[in-house]
């Protein structure tokens, strides 16, 4: 791994804890032991930092959706299901103290260089993409309903899902998220003779 | 209004908008115009100043939601639906540049003094509270069915209705809450024979 990488790969482990404000380009150098003027030699400011560091992990991320809910080893609703039970294991190895990385910088947004506003606003929307494909995919599967407005259920996921996150760190336990998961799925529009019976964790 | 209450409630402006480590004791005394001595002889630190500010947006909130959750004139999910309807006006109002101060703290919590976490949680276990007694007065009174849990829903609630205030603040613009408030509402389990057809807003 390059220098560079292993600066935004810090950058991305550091803006899941804590907000951009309070992160010095010192805290990036101190995880790496690297000298001040590598970092400027790769990215011109903070800001531009930022950018890459939110792309990486816009990137790193829709990888792991890609994994989960593209796995043909289980139905499409489950897949949703396993991506939250996925993010709660996630949550608790790093003992709530990590977030999400483009939930955590939203919030901070008026503080911080317009240009993140774009690029964190696109993450959200290329999720959602991801996500109202499989839930296409649960409705053609029968699984919801033929009128379900999956794009609709994408967003409002994508939505209330990191108000989940949030709390999950507020009070580091993962109840938010099993809460979140419950209220969601029995909220979704299941095809008729669908249980409706999947439950994400226990 | 005394210089205290004035500090205080300068500071829940500010910290509506955004994080508390980009906060300076300057701002706060730059938009009262009273010098630093004045901060010290009210606040020991910028943390019990902090304190206070959370203390005193928690209670405003409170008695917002008493205003609009309690409100004889229309039925207990009519409230809740104008509780969102307040909301999205008064984000609109200050041009989507003001969130909440208790999701912005919590997202923040991570660079925050310890003392904060109890105080912000406790914020939101008292919204719950006032919801859920709404929302019992919502089965009550026949708009939700018998078997309606009223403390998970009302839990559920804060917890999507803080990822709805996050993405808004976000893109500037409502469509978040509205899709927020449509998601939540049209997943409420309805009494048989409520038409459910209570949309917040349109």
Redesign the interface.
């Known amino acids: 791994m390059d220098t560079r990488d292993a600066l935004v790969r810090c950058g991305m482990e550091i803006l899941t804890?804590?907000?951009f404000?309070?992160t010095g380009i010192e805290d990036i150098l101190k995880c790496l032991n690297v000298p001040k003027g590598s970092f400027y030699h790769y990215f011109d400011s903070k800001e531009a930092f930022g950018c890459a560091v939110i792309d990486s992990y816009a990137a790193y991320f829709a990888r792991k959706l890609d994994r989960l809910l593209l796995d043909p080893s289980c139905s499409p609703l489950q897949r949703v299901a396993n991506f939250i039970a996925d993010a709660c294991q996630g949550m608790e190895r790093h003992h709530f103290?990590r977030?999400c990385l483009i939930?955590?910088l939203?919030?901070?947004?008026?503080?911080l260089p317009e240009a993140f506003?774009v690029k964190?606003?696109a993450a959200?929307l290329d999720w959602q993409d991801r996500l109202a494909a499989c839930l296409r995919l649960a409705r053609s599967a029968g699984e919801l309903t033929e009128a379900a407005d999956c794009e609709?259920?994408s967003?409002?996921f994508?939505?209330?899902?990191?108000?989940?996150v949030?709390?999950a760190?507020?009070?580091r336990d993962s109840s938010?998220l099993l809460?979140?998961a419950?209220?969601?799925f029995?909220?979704?529009?299941y095809a008729p003779g669908h249980s409706g019976l999947i439950v994400p964790l226990s």
Do not use: D, H, T
């Open positions: 804890e804590k907000s404000a309070s103290q977030g939930g955590n939203g919030q901070e947004m008026n503080s506003r964190l606003e959200f609709q259920l967003v409002y994508w939505i209330a899902w990191e108000g989940a949030l709390r760190k507020l009070i938010p809460i979140f419950r209220g969601y029995s909220g979704l529009p």
